[in-house]
């Protein structure tokens, strides 16, 4: 292209400037508008010339090389400056590729002067931005920055370039300008030998969160810039990082400190930038600094867990590494990993497999924090969606509801509350998913069997807030309630109906309460308006707190009237759901301080209110569950659809409105709802019947007066009922007739009479049923029905029924059979025993001397095994229910006062020992029910004794059952005490440490100890003792530990009251009293302290004190009592005797399955030698015998009563295996512990029936202790009692238990023709 050229000028250097035309020189003398005016047009020149035009390259040289003086790069105009940096940009384009400047330093200066004026590029609203973008458009373009790469300092040129770039990008520039920035970035990286550390610097700085957040444009920038040179830059950043993590070289950048932030924006950006890295950071997560380890953890967390993170697929020895960190020894680190896991679980769920095993671990930490972290991890991710747990992971959780913190627990429970109510209320995820979560239902109620108070609120607040959400409307809350009650299993049923009661009971105390305040003030109404306060404050959480809130919440209660009224409403039987509601936020705003936004009294009071406000059950409640069970019996319910068959459903909820008929009778008062249960009563289904008219009888006080023909309806359904019904509806019957007809009598006499007339024995399946209602008649009207009751026991019960054994037993060898299976005879008489009871209960006096009879015919029973003719016709498994009908009758007679005090000693040791009965099933429910008494406060404290006698129940399941009732009975009793002043009077038959004569006593009289010098017998006492003394001593309330030492001394001051006069019987007391003494000793360092005061003694048991009697003499040895405290064992080979057969003349013993001295429960299985258990189980399971078989190891000869005494050797060990193998047989296995089927051999029934039989007198308790191996034993001649009362559970070889005795006593083979044998009885076999 041409150009005029003016006039040319001079330059410094001599040479001559042409300036394009019509441009005039451009000095310092002229103004800066004249110089900007000028240098426009000298710009225009430039921008139109191309690299071809030589002729005015090389005529405008001089110019190019004058706009490069000090003046231009100088010039404090900024419009100057950017006009002349156009021009050099324009320069460098033209004289490409070589510049017309040759001086490094002029080059330099000229580059930072282009730099600087880049910074122009910030303001896209200056009227010069479009000069400021052609700059950077041109510099782009040409690649111009290239050139720098000649010069010696380049870095400094491109390190000003990349921050001002980086400074001036913002979210008004387009994409233009982006893209400008980027080639001009990109080929300074990608062209030159390398990047520095300081240049490198310059862009990652930008990834740092902080800078992040300030400039986004920017981190966007450097994003794409890392991206797109990501081959050129990775050696680089492998380098920097290596210096940093490996060499620990922190000075050789700033930004060494931000590492790991820096990783983890690379890793996002493009994990090919960290190829070099990755297995630096295993290196570091082996670090020994613990901190490192964490920071480290933190970073490959947010790697991992990112959504398109596939690095623990690409790097696996990676993940593996920090899969072992979740192991870490350092807290916060196993923290980190935990809180990962969520992420990872939502993001991959792939990786899940791989992470269960360690969460698993880590469920069980030590520390509080990571449990709890572990559960929100499940959680949240299950929350998510649910397939992204799987049910091992939700197994975690459901363990984590037991733990030991209440912050874990509660995390646990309300997490799978909330997962209850997404997947299974509202199914947000279909069918399989709500049955993958249907079990937490049922753990959630479970928990209500905890002691907390805590879990216990918890439960109720999630049953109110997730399980069936009290704010959705009536018909809606109903049916969730109806089909929940149905789908529960039997525990979670258990627990739902005792919540309900507690809140009923809460109900009933705040009631009370609030009737105190309605009495004149008085020292009696103060003290009991006091113990109201305590037990609602036991109720709440914080029961120490509590009483305080509680206290303070009575004194508002005092002072407000309308918040009484308020109150009252909530807790009124007829209050609706809504009105409850308004209620609690009427309460709620008149308590609540709004200046105080935590207001923990306001708090207490809520618990309170809640737990007490009927947010669920009203009037309607019940009327919506009646026609839910309506079409149920229709058949147009969506029974099926909701996971319950039709029949289930109409018995659920039966038993649902059963049980809110307990707790909301007056909601049930309606012609409709008793409409729909007159329905019910004619239905086939026995147990809906059943319930039906349990529901009549909680409810229908007012169906006389308020609805007639309900009461004509009811009336002869209820005679039928009663008269043909099955035996529990019979009950039910009666007892409804009794509570809700004003004409009982009359009634009563109807049902009574014609049944009396027809008793049959002849017929015993149509007895059980009249038996049941003429007991309960009996019982319930003792006025009407005691004198023509009487004539009917003498005359019928006890010579027809009881005195008679019509039908022979089926002798199928079992000790226990289902109910189905027991006949018909039996189970008449067992009512007929009931019946007995009832009818005594009823009168409630002695004066005709009958209870005396009963308790004799009671006693009888118990001796005889159950048999009471002693003709062998009864089975062994009818002689069971027999003996434990006997057993629980004699209890249930001592729960009346009047029968209490005529039961003798003799008769109370027979129902004692119905505890150790060779029957397990005797065993257990024998148990239950005394525990049921005695927690009731019904039975006297002696019966608490008989529990001492578990410590020999061979079943470790038993053992462990007792010695909780023993807990909550003694809790139970010293609650009792605190809370009413009151019973210090009665201290002797309430405070637990008074048991401790009882049971010496009862000890002393133990059919098993027969001489008090034996060791192993004194050994089983010493285990009896300790099991009761064990929980009385755990803690010494009241120098209690002196006051028992203080009994047992006082005893040996007494005689026996059984037998006062018999040398023998005093004797075996005061050896059983010092034993006890001997471990109260041993176990108490604060039992010489002084007893506070002086226990009184039952008269019933021992005689009164002898002013002049002295008894200071030791009773035991020294070397027993050693023997006693340390339990070595006799030296000898323990499996020597495994397969000994125990026996005892007259009864059966059993053997404890641990060793342990002191009652422990834990198993000692796994000690035994291997030769014991090498048979497979399916050799085992051969013959499937059950616990209660009959069938015997051998036949043994039972000494009658009156027979001579047997003497007993005891075997040496290697000679009883040796002499014995062809009578035992093999050795066996045991079945884990609890197990009622022992197995064994059919060939080993009969072996040894013709040759003599053996009689053997064992301990009934531990197994004996082993003596040593090749040692003969010595022979002992010993006196054996008659023995009366139970026989008890029988070893066999199989058992645990014998498996364990090293030696066994067994007697002397006895003269078969001197000594005829009675009627061969057959060993049980008895885990």
Request: with cysteine; net charge neutral.
């Amino acid at each position: 292209m041409d150009f005029p050229a003016t006039q040319p000028k001079p330059a410094a250097d001599g040479k001559i400037i042409y300036y394009p035309p019509g441009v005039k020189e451009i000095t310092d003398k002229i103004t800066n508008d004249e110089v900007v005016k000028r240098l426009k047009m000298v710009v225009k020149t430039f921008m139109d010339m191309d690299q071809d035009s030589e002729d005015e390259k090389q005529q405008y040289l001089p110019l190019a090389l004058h706009l490069a003086s000090e003046f231009f790069l100088r010039n404090p105009n900024k419009d100057v400056r950017l006009l002349v940096a156009c021009c050099l940009a324009d320069i460098f384009r033209i004289y490409a590729p070589e510049a017309p400047y040759t001086s490094h330093d002029k080059l330099k200066d000229i580059f930072l002067f282009i730099t600087r004026q880049l910074k122009g590029l910030e303001d896209t609203k200056s009227p010069q931005f479009n000069r400021y973008f052609y700059l950077l458009e041109n510099l782009a373009w040409v690649k111009s920055y290239n050139i720098c790469f000649e010069l010696e300092d380049c870095n400094e040129i491109f390190i000003q370039l990349f921050r001002t770039l980086f400074s001036v990008i913002n979210n008004s520039h387009n994409q233009k300008v982006q893209m400008h920035m980027l080639d001009l970035m990109s080929s300074i990286i990608m062209e030159g030998d390398g990047v520095t550390q300081e240049l490198l610097d310059s862009i990652l700085i930008n990834l740092i969160p902080a800078h992040k957040n300030l400039n986004k444009q920017a981190f966007d920038l450097a994003k794409v810039l890392l991206k797109r040179t990501v081959q050129t830059i990775e050696p680089c950043i492998a380098n920097f990082f290596n210096q940093v993590l490996v060499l620990g070289k922190s000075s050789v950048s700033d930004l060494s400190e931000h590492v790991f932030d820096l990783i983890q924006e690379l890793f996002a950006i493009d994990p090919h930038l960290l190829l070099s890295v990755m297995p630096q950071l295993e290196f570091k997560l082996k670090s020994n600094d613990g901190e490192e380890r964490l920071a480290v953890v933190r970073l490959l967390a947010k790697l991992f867990g990112s959504k398109d993170s596939d690095l623990a697929t690409q790097n696996r020895p990676l993940w593996q590494c920090f899969l072992g960190r979740f192991n870490d020894i350092h807290v916060p680190v196993r923290l980190e990993s935990v809180k990962f896991a969520s992420h990872c679980l939502m993001n991959h769920p792939d990786l899940a497999k791989d992470l269960t095993e360690y969460l698993k671990v880590r469920s069980h930490d030590p520390e509080e924090a990571i449990r709890h972290d572990v559960i929100v991890t499940i959680i949240t991710a299950g929350k998510r969606d649910l397939s992204l747990v799987n049910d091992q992971l939700l197994g975690f959780v459901r363990e984590r509801t037991l733990d030991k913190r209440w912050r874990v627990r509660k995390e646990a429970m309300m997490g799978l509350a909330q997962l209850y109510k997404k997947y299974c209320l509202h199914a947000e995820a279909g069918k399989d998913a709500a049955e993958k979560v249907s079990w937490i239902k049922d753990k959630l109620l479970h928990i209500y069997y905890q002691n907390s108070i805590d879990d216990k609120l918890l439960v109720e607040k999630i049953f109110a807030q997730y399980l069936v959400p009290h704010n959705l409307e009536t018909e809606e809350r109903m049916k969730c309630l109806y089909y929940l009650y149905a789908s529960l299993d039997p525990n979670a049923v258990k627990a739902l109906n005792e919540m309900w009661k507690c809140q009923n009971m809460l109900r009933s105390h705040v009631r009370e309460l609030l009737d105190l305040h309605k009495q004149p003030t008085s020292e009696a109404n103060s003290a009991a308006m006091f113990g109201k306060l305590m037990t609602i404050a036991k109720n709440l959480p914080d029961p120490g707190k509590a009483q305080d809130f509680v206290k303070k919440f009575n004194q508002v209660l005092g002072d407000d009237e309308k918040l009484r009224s308020q109150l009252e409403l909530l807790i009124s039987p007829t209050c609706s759901c809504k009105q409850a509601d308004v209620c609690v936020r009427e309460i709620a705003r008149k308590l609540a301080n709004p200046k105080q936004p935590t207001n923990p009294f306001l708090e207490m009071v809520k618990f309170l209110l809640e737990r007490i406000a009927p947010v669920h059950i009203d009037s309607e409640a019940i009327s919506a569950l009646v026609k839910l069970m309506n079409k149920s019996i229709e058949g147009t319910a969506d029974d099926e659809e909701e996971g319950v068959s039709p029949d289930t459903a109409i018995r659920a909820g039966l038993e649902l409105l059963k049980v809110l008929s307990f707790t909301h009778p007056t909601s049930f008062h309606s012609a409709e709802t008793y409409e729909s249960l007159l329905q019910c009563l004619r239905m086939e289904d026995d147990k809906v019947a059943e319930a039906a008219i349990q529901i009549f009888r909680n409810t229908g006080h007012k169906i006389e007066t308020d609805l007639p023909q309900i009461r004509s309806t009811l009336i002869p359904i209820l005679h039928q009922k009663a008269k043909r019904g099955t035996p529990h509806q019979a009950k039910q019957a009666v007892h409804c007739i009794h509570a809700i007809f004003s004409n009982k009598e009359v009634q009563l006499a109807q049902i009574f009479e014609p049944l009396s007339r027809s008793l049959n024995a002849d017929v015993p399946e149509q007895l059980i049923t009249p038996l049941v209602s003429l007991g309960h008649i009996s019982m319930l009207a003792p006025d009407q029905f005691a004198s023509p009751m009487k004539s009917v026991v003498a005359n019928f019960i006890v010579k027809d029924l009881l005195m008679n054994d019509r039908s022979t037993g089926e002798k199928n060898g079992k000790l226990w059979s289902p109910d189905e299976e027991v006949s018909p005879e039996v189970l008449a008489k067992v009512q007929a025993i009931k019946l007995l009871v009832r009818w005594l209960l009823g009168m409630k006096n002695n004066q005709s001397k009958s209870a005396n009879s009963t308790l004799r015919l009671l006693s009888a029973m118990l001796v005889s095994e159950g048999d009471l003719t002693e003709q062998k016709r009864i089975s062994k498994s009818d002689m069971s229910r027999l003996r434990l009908a006997a057993g629980s009758a004699i209890m249930k007679l001592a729960q009346e006062p009047c029968y209490h005090e005529i039961i003798t000693p003799e008769q109370f040791q027979l129902c004692a020992l119905v505890i150790n009965d060779e029957c397990y099933q005797v065993r257990q429910i024998f148990a239950q029910k005394l525990h049921k008494a005695l927690v009731k406060l019904l039975l006297p404290l002696e019966y608490m004794a008989i529990f001492a006698l578990c410590a020999k129940d061979p079943v470790k399941e038993r053992r462990a059952h007792a010695r909780q009732c023993l807990l909550k009975n003694i809790s139970i009793r010293r609650e009792y005490i605190k809370q009413n002043p009151m019973a210090n009077e009665k201290l002797l038959s309430l405070l637990p440490e008074y048991v401790v004569p009882y049971m010496i006593h009862l000890l002393a009289h133990d059919p098993d100890f027969t001489k008090p010098q034996d060791v192993d017998q004194l050994r089983d006492v010493k285990e009896c003792l300790w099991f009761m003394l064990e929980v009385l001593m755990t803690k010494n309330e009241n120098n209690s530990h002196a006051f028992m030492k203080k009994m047992a001394e006082n005893i040996k001051l007494t005689r026996d009251a059984q037998s006062p006069d018999e040398p023998k019987a005093n004797e075996k007391l005061y050896t059983v009293c010092d034993v006890a003494l001997c471990v109260i000793n041993s176990k108490s360092a604060l039992c010489n302290a002084d007893s506070p005061k002086d226990p009184v003694l039952p008269t019933k048991f021992f005689t009164q004190p002898e002013k002049d009697f002295c008894n200071d003499r030791n009773y035991i040895s020294e070397e027993t009592r050693v023997l006693l405290l340390t339990g070595k064992p006799k030296p000898t080979a323990v499996l020597g005797t495994v397969n000994k057969p125990l026996s005892a003349t007259g009864r059966r013993p059993y053997i404890r399955t641990t060793g342990s001295e002191t009652g422990s429960n834990i198993s000692v299985n796994s000690e035994l030698s291997s030769s014991a258990g090498n048979r497979s189980s399916s050799d085992i399971s051969e013959t499937g015998v059950s616990e209660n078989d009959e069938n015997p190891v051998r036949i043994i000869s039972v000494t009658p009563a009156k027979t001579e005494p047997v003497k007993n050797k005891e075997i040496n060990s290697d000679q009883a295996t040796q002499g014995n193998s062809t009578e035992r047989g093999k050795k066996r296995t045991a079945t884990a512990s609890g197990t009622e089927n022992i197995h064994q051999k059919p060939e080993e029934k009969n072996v040894d029936e013709t040759g003599p039989s053996l009689a053997a007198k064992t301990r009934r308790g531990r197994p004996p202790k082993p003596e040593p191996q090749g040692t003969t034993a010595k022979n002992e001649e010993t006196n054996k009692p008659p023995v009366r009362g139970r026989k008890r559970a029988a070893v066999s070889q199989e058992s645990p238990g014998s498996l364990e005795a090293g030696n066994a006593k067994a007697p002397k083979q006895q003269d078969t023709a001197k000594k005829p044998a009675a009627a061969q009885r057959q060993i049980d076999l008895q885990r």
